[in-house]
Every structure is written in structure tokens, then in C-alpha cells.
């Protein structure tokens, strides 16, 4: 299995507080992404990161920011938790290897979110 | 959109060979082509990749069409862990994009 970890595992916040996800990777790929996923909407990309502080917004990224200032690690924050972040978030990393798509995605295991 | 559409939901009986098609007319010529998994309660899992030839790996195949405007998973005697959404995706930009998928239920 790719080594990826995600903490926390299960998280319960309340409405307008701040929340930090790490992903943490072993693997040395580039690219690693923040996907949430929901009932009825399946798996939705929030930001993905193609290096070291590169970053770029994903169709969901609204009331979510990211940074990656390390290789292994890509942090999603959400500045003020609302009950629409409720959530199941997966973190997930690819090589590059010729191109975008040459090599598979692995996910992590998850964070399951509760914005109360 | 880089867009994919399969079937809402499938059946098997248990042991038999799974035909899992799915439909991207959209493809452009260096598109890979991507399947994952999705047990319950669990995060989505790789299963096969390829871009024009078929592959085969130790979960399964992968049949590419010619025209490469559909391909199908070829699970050659499902399990009941088999059971689990079935995801065919291609890049967008530089992103997966995942749609709804196929349910596949497995019969004992």
C-alpha cells in the first residue's frame, strides 16, 4: 500500500471554527489532491498541489485553502468550519510520469469531518 | 469535462466473469484511462490503468476499444468482496475527475 496517513481520522468541530487536515505521504510523488466526499455527489476535487507550494483550486474549493510547503505533507484548512463541510476527505497522491494520469492515484484512508 | 458514463448498477453471481463497460467518447488522443474501486466504509483503491492497448494486472482487465471511446473492466470471477463502486475516470487538466460510478453487487 502507498504510504499515505491522514490525520485526524474523525474530527467534530463547531460552526465558524477553524480546522486543519494533514496528508501525509511517503512516497515522494508530486502531485497529491483533497477530494470530500458526499452522498449523492460522489468524490469532489477541492485543490490539488503539483509540487511545493504549487497549488491549484479544484471545483469545490470554496471556504477551503491549502499549502504545501514540504514534498510529504499537503494540509487542507477550513478558516471558518460550516455544517456544508461535513464530510468524508480523502487525500490522495500521484507521480508524474510522462504525464498527468501515466501512473495511478492512491488514497488515504480518510478524515471523517462533523461541523456541529 | 473530460466525461465518463457507466451504468448505475450491475449484478454478478459469485465466480462468474464481470463486464464492466464504460463510455468517453470524449477521449483525446493522449488520455489515460483510469478504474478505481470503492468498497464500503473504505477510500477509493486503484485497480487498472491503460492508455490504447489492453492490460492485465493481478485484480483484473482492461479491454480498450480501437476508437478508444469506451473500455471495459473484466473482473474474471467476481468475489463477494468484489462488491463495490466502480469507477472509470479520465484526466481533466490535471486532475482526476471521479463521476457516479457502477454499484456492482455480487450474488452468492
Known amino acids: 500500500d502507498a504510504g499515505i496517513t491522514q490525520s485526524p481520522r474523525h474530527k467534530v468541530t463547531e460552526t465558524g471554527t477553524p480546522v486543519t487536515l494533514r496528508c501525509h505521504q511517503t512516497e515522494n510523488h508530486r502531485y497529491m489532491y483533497w477530494y470530500r466526499q458526499d452522498p449523492g455527489h460522489g468524490l469532489r476535487l477541492i485543490h490539488y498541489?503539483?509540487?511545493?507550494?504549487?497549488?491549484d483550486k479544484g471545483e469545490v474549493s470554496d471556504g477551503y485553502s491549502v499549502s504545501r510547503s514540504k514534498t510529504e505533507d499537503f494540509l487542507l484548512t477550513l478558516e471558518s468550519a460550516t455544517s456544508s463541510q461535513t464530510s468524508v476527505y480523502f487525500c490522495?497522491?500521484?507521480?508524474?510520469?510522462?504525464?498527468?494520469?501515466?501512473?495511478?492515484?492512491?488514497f488515504g484512508n480518510g478524515t471523517r469531518l462533523t461541523v456541529t | 469535462d473530460a466525461k465518463t458514463t457507466q451504468p448505475n448498477s450491475m449484478e454478478s453471481n459469485e465466480e462468474e466473469p464481470v463486464h464492466l463497460p464504460c463510455n468517453h467518447s470524449t477521449i483525446s488522443g493522449t488520455d489515460y484511462i483510469h478504474w478505481y474501486r470503492q468498497l464500503p466504509s473504505q477510500g477509493p483503491e486503484y485497480v487498472i490503468h491503460?492508455?490504447?492497448s489492453n492490460v492485465n494486472n493481478r485484480m483484473a482487465s482492461l479491454a480498450i476499444a480501437e476508437d478508444r471511446k469506451s473500455s471495459t473492466l473484466i473482473l474474471h470471477r467476481a468475489t463477494l468482496r468484489d462488491a463495490a463502486v466502480y469507477y472509470c475516470?479520465?484526466?481533466?487538466?490535471?486532475?482526476?475527475?471521479f463521476g457516479p460510478g457502477t454499484r456492482l453487487s455480487v450474488l452468492p
Open positions: 491503460g492508455l490504447t
Open positions: 498541489s503539483y509540487g511545493v507550494k504549487d497549488t
Open positions: 490522495a497522491i500521484s507521480e508524474f510520469v510522462g504525464q498527468i494520469g501515466g501512473s495511478p492515484l492512491h
Open positions: 475516470i479520465l484526466i481533466y487538466g490535471q486532475n482526476f475527475v
